[in-house]
């Protein structure tokens, strides 16, 4: 069988890449990395070191022309969310009209420019994105919905949390398939039960089986006109329509809350630790345990805010160290550096409390050992780069499931 040609976008340092080319289905034919916010583009260097320069541009995506992107049968990327991420609060992300959320936009002109659009998409976000903005919450999803409903695509969409399914950390992003009119599986799609694509049909159910009964399981249509979604789509309503698994389909949504159904292999945080090879730099050292411990502890204290406003703060306490005999916690993309804080992972090794080392974060992402390891690129930066990966397991799995269906 043929391997189908892959358009990289957003790559990174390429999650989206390992995931589908160790499938020995795809082949990536041209990828863009660009961050805007940095003079030197260290993740652009880790992909070419990997997978060299031809075909992989380093420029800002929106200034690319379309023509010089080759034809693909199918664009992926995990497109930017430091909009909705949640390092920052609800009502502080700008959700698609922010600064780089634009960057959607950017891949809506690729597939409404090219005379012969991909067939197929595989995009990724956090999951924030089915309930933002806080004011209209499922808007921006809404929105991609419909324009990728009017560019003739329809999609599926589950939001999957790795160590559900056995994979080593607790990582929850959402994955979306776009069809294309003129394929099979888009009619397939049409003529579908939508519950039955949902629980059992679908590629996201066959890749990652879920419990058969759905909850609150119900259909909407969206509107016709992106501006008037854009304007009053759920507004005054405190909850998203969407929920973590859905299907969408000639402007009718088709959304239900399922459940994962795993009893496989899980891979755990203490069956990625490097035994003996961790450099003194990563142990914590004791006079600062007070420090960690309060960080990482639960509070209750009035603080002062910036204008002299005295509020109450309270947060729960955090496991510490990290349990080893469970899949680990989300890495952030602050988890490098040694100063002590409340999101970064800390182990009891017989030698003492320590952090995680690149090697052991690439682990949990499963990418391959020393992936990011280049000259010049800091062990913070490696520390950064795995806190914006994706979960390459997750990607291979609906990489391999889609082909079968495309090829079945």
């Known amino acids: 069988m043929e391997k189908l040609k892959v358009i990289e976008l957003f790559a990174g340092v390429g999650g989206f890449r390992l995931g589908l080319e160790s499938t020995g289905g795809y082949e990536v034919v041209w990828s863009n990395q660009w961050e805007p916010s940095t003079k030197t583009q260290h993740a652009s260097m880790v992909y070419e070191a990997r997978f060299g320069t031809k075909n992989h541009s380093n420029e800002d995506i929106s200034e690319v022309k379309t023509d010089d992107i080759p034809n693909a049968d199918i664009l992926v990327g995990g497109f930017p969310c430091q909009d909705y991420s949640v390092a920052t609060t609800l009502q502080n992300?700008?959700?698609?009209?922010?600064?780089?959320g634009v960057l959607w936009w950017s891949i809506h002109r690729i597939l409404s420019e090219k005379k012969a659009p991909p067939k197929y998409l595989f995009l990724e976000n956090v999951d924030r994105l089915l309930k933002s903005p806080s004011t209209q919450r499922g808007r921006d999803f809404a929105i991609m919905l419909k324009s990728l409903d009017d560019l003739g695509y329809a999609v599926e969409w589950r939001v999957i949390n790795a160590a559900d399914y056995g994979m080593p950390q607790r990582r929850r992003r959402i994955f979306f398939i776009g069809y294309h009119k003129s394929t099979p599986l888009y009619k397939r799609l049409n003529k579908?039960?939508?519950?039955d694509w949902i629980t059992t049909d679908g590629t996201m159910a066959s890749a990652f089986p879920i419990n058969s009964t759905l909850e609150q399981f119900h259909d909407f249509t969206l509107t016709n006109d992106l501006v008037e979604i854009s304007e009053h789509f759920n507004k005054g309503e405190k909850l998203s329509p969407f929920a973590n698994s859905g299907a969408f389909i000639n402007g009718k949504v088709f959304t239900a809350k399922t459940t994962p159904n795993y009893d496989g292999v899980r891979t755990v945080l203490g069956d990625?630790?490097?035994n003996g090879e961790v450099t003194k730099e990563f142990f914590v050292p004791s006079e600062e345990y007070p420090k960690w411990e309060y960080l990482k502890g639960a509070k209750r204290e009035i603080r002062t805010a910036k204008s002299g406003f005295e509020y109450n703060y309270s947060e729960g306490a955090m496991?510490?160290?990290d349990a080893l005999d469970n899949a680990s916690r989300t890495i952030i993309t602050g988890e490098g550096g040694r100063s002590p804080s409340r999101f970064k992972h800390v182990v009891q090794t017989?030698?003492?409390?320590?952090?995680l080392t690149p090697v052991e974060?690439?682990?949990l992402n499963m990418f391959p050992d020393n992936h990011t390891r280049l000259d010049g690129i800091s062990d913070t930066k490696r520390a950064f780069f795995?806190?914006?990966a994706l979960v390459v397991g997750v990607v291979a799995q609906i990489g391999k499931t889609l082909f079968g269906k495309i090829n079945n």
């Open 350 to 355: 017989n030698k003492g409390l320590r952090r």
């Open 192 to 195: 579908a039960d939508k519950k």
């Open 272 to 274: 990625v630790l490097q």
């Open 93 to 100: 992300s700008k959700g698609l009209i922010g600064k780089k």
């Open 361 to 363: 974060l690439e682990r």
């Open 319 to 321: 496991v510490f160290p």
């Open 386 to 388: 795995m806190g914006n």
